[in-house]
Each structure stands twice: as structure tokens, then as C-alpha cells.
């Protein structure tokens, strides 16, 4: 059973300081993904992974970073947290496209930037 | 990029009737269409998808369709039960392409 997981449940910040939220799975999946899911604009992907030290910018990017040193592992990077990050954040990883196309989710992060 | 939408946002239904939520993609290399469901406070789970090479995929009381003419594909759900209420997001894939782009979610309220 795949299993994605998300360092919290709940996490407050304050204005300025550099968050890290950070997801693990254990599927060996390529490819990993963060969202931002806001009430009535859906999922939209902030980055994504294919691959080890890859990284590719969503839809929305700006005022995020991430990091993929392992295949397991991606962070996503809050370099100095604002309010209009308060939000719910949620990682998903995949299989390489074409073999199985689900994208499996973690339980969300919701981060409230005070 | 791909464009998703979907309609209505939100769909009140009485317990036992049939819900119909329809999505329209823009790209017509999109060839893999998927449906998520997000329980109130839980992640969201694929419950169905349906690949372009295919008009109509059904799973129990649930089943999706697609027509790529007109570039749209829909989740029917039979006979609906409380435990049905749930956003669900509809996505769309470009060939070739690692991505998803979702939909904004429509909210289905199963009315007991």
C-alpha cells in the first residue's frame, strides 16, 4: 500500500521566517509533486520532480523553492513566509508516466503565516 | 498549458439520484483523465480513471465518459448515498507530459 507522509498536520509561522515542509514517500515513485489547495481554486501545483536533484516550476512558483536530494524525499521551501501563504498544502508522488498514472496524496500541511 | 474546468461548483442531489459533473479540457493531446475524490478534512484518492483510447469506463456505481470531439468527459454516480458527499476534482494529462492539471472541485452534498 503506498504511503505518502507529511512532516505535520499543522504548522504556524510568522511573517519572515523560512518554513520547510517536507514529504517522504515510500513507493520508490519518480515523480513527486506540492500543491496549494485554496477554497474554490482547486489543486494548483506549485513544483514537481521527476527525478533525484530534478525540478520543474508549476503554476505557481513564485516565493517557493524545493528540494529533492533523495529519490523518497521532496521539500518544499517557504523562503520567508508571508500571510498569503496561509494555506493547505499537499504532496503527491507517481510513478514514471505510462506505467501507472495515479498520483498518490499525503494528508496535507496546513500552514497559517501569522 | 492544459486548461480544466469544471461544472457546476456546487450539487445537491437526494439520496438514491443519479449526479453528473462534466469537465472541459483544452488541449486535445490530453489522453488520461482521471477523477479524485477529498472527503471532508482527508486527502484526495483517485476513484476512477479513463484513457483517451476509450469512450466509457464503469466501476460499480460510478463510471466516467469521455469525448474527445468535443473535449469534455464526466463522472456519473448511481444511486447516491450520504457517503458520497465529497469534493471531487477532475484532471487532465497531456501525452508525454509528467503532470496533472486539476479543476477547480465541485462540492456533491448527498441529501439523506
Known amino acids: 500500500d503506498v504511503k505518502v507522509t507529511q512532516s505535520s498536520r499543522y504548522l504556524v509561522k510568522r511573517t519572515g521566517e523560512k518554513v520547510f515542509l517536507e514529504c517522504v514517500q515510500d513507493?520508490?515513485?519518480?515523480?513527486m509533486f506540492w500543491y496549494r489547495q485554496d477554497p474554490g481554486l482547486g489543486l494548483r501545483l506549485i513544483y514537481f520532480?521527476?527525478?533525484?536533484?530534478?525540478?520543474e516550476k508549476g503554476d505557481i512558483p513564485e516565493g517557493y523553492s524545493v528540494s529533492r536530494e533523495k529519490k523518497e524525499r521532496f521539500s518544499l521551501i517557504l523562503e520567508s513566509a508571508s500571510t498569503n501563504q496561509t494555506s493547505m498544502y499537499l504532496c503527491?508522488?507517481?510513478?514514471?508516466?505510462?506505467?501507472?498514472?495515479?498520483?498518490?496524496f499525503g494528508p496535507g500541511t496546513r500552514l497559517t503565516v501569522l | 498549458g492544459e486548461n480544466v474546468e469544471q461544472h457546476p461548483s456546487t450539487l445537491s442531489v437526494q439520496e438514491g439520484d443519479s449526479a453528473v459533473i462534466k469537465c472541459t479540457y483544452s488541449?486535445?493531446?490530453?489522453?488520461?483523465f482521471p477523477w479524485y475524490k477529498q472527503e471532508l478534512g482527508k486527502r484526495p484518492q483517485l476513484i476512477i480513471d479513463i484513457r483517451s483510447n476509450v469512450g466509457e469506463k464503469k466501476d460499480q456505481r460510478i463510471a466516467v465518459t469521455l469525448n474527445k470531439t468535443a473535449k469534455h468527459f464526466s463522472l456519473h454516480i448511481t444511486e447516491t448515498q450520504p457517503e458520497d458527499s465529497a469534493v471531487y476534482f477532475c484532471?487532465?494529462?497531456?501525452?508525454?507530459?509528467?503532470?496533472?492539471?486539476f479543476g477547480k472541485g465541485n462540492q456533491v452534498v448527498v441529501i439523506p
Open positions: 513507493m520508490d515513485h519518480e515523480n
Open positions: 520532480s521527476y527525478d533525484v536533484k530534478m525540478k
Open positions: 484532471a487532465a494529462r497531456v501525452q508525454g507530459n509528467n503532470r496533472l492539471a
Open positions: 503527491a508522488s507517481s510513478p514514471v508516466a505510462g506505467s501507472t498514472d495515479t498520483q498518490y
Open positions: 488541449d486535445s493531446a490530453s489522453n488520461y
